[in-house]
């Protein structure tokens, strides 16, 4: 392709001669997926632009899309997360109260060791709470 490019001594040959390309060529998908990859799967406007430093083809944008769109670690990367179904919170859980009204604990070690691990925590819950009730915003 002729072009006003020719004297410029910052561009190549290539450069300022790229191969004109047929849009619906398979050699035109292949240099698009070819400079997909070597670009670790680039987008289609920063693929596009190194393309162009050596071929011309028509309409570039549309056939990178095409590639990108068919490009499986493209496809597994640009995939969302799947949100869960979850039914709605039920009103009782919704109600105001202090923090600890109403606590459980699972123990799964024998009794006594159990007391002696429970007790600190139970006098740090009932600081705690004591703590949070003389606040008066609730
Ligand atoms: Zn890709």
Redesign the pocket.
């Known amino acids: 392709m002729g072009g006003r490019l020719d004297r410029s001594p910052f561009l190549s040959d290539a450069a300022t001669h790229p191969l004109l390309l047929r849009k619906k060529s398979h050699l035109s998908t292949l240099i698009c997926n070819y400079y997909?990859?070597i670009l670790f799967?680039s987008g289609p406007r920063s693929t596009a632009v190194n393309i162009q430093k050596k071929f011309w083809i028509p309409s570039i944008i549309s056939i990178l899309r095409g590639?990108?769109s068919k490009?499986?670690?493209?496809h597994r990367l640009s995939a969302k997360p799947i949100q869960p179904k979850m039914a709605d919170v039920l009103p009782e859980r919704m109600q105001r109260t202090y923090p600890f009204a109403s606590c459980a604990m699972e123990v799964h070690i024998p009794l006594k060791r159990a007391i002696f691990a429970i007790i600190p925590l139970i006098k740090l819950i009932s600081l705690s709470s004591y703590v949070l009730r003389r606040e008066p915003s609730i």
């Open positions: 997909h990859k799967h590639v990108i490009c499986i670690p493209c």
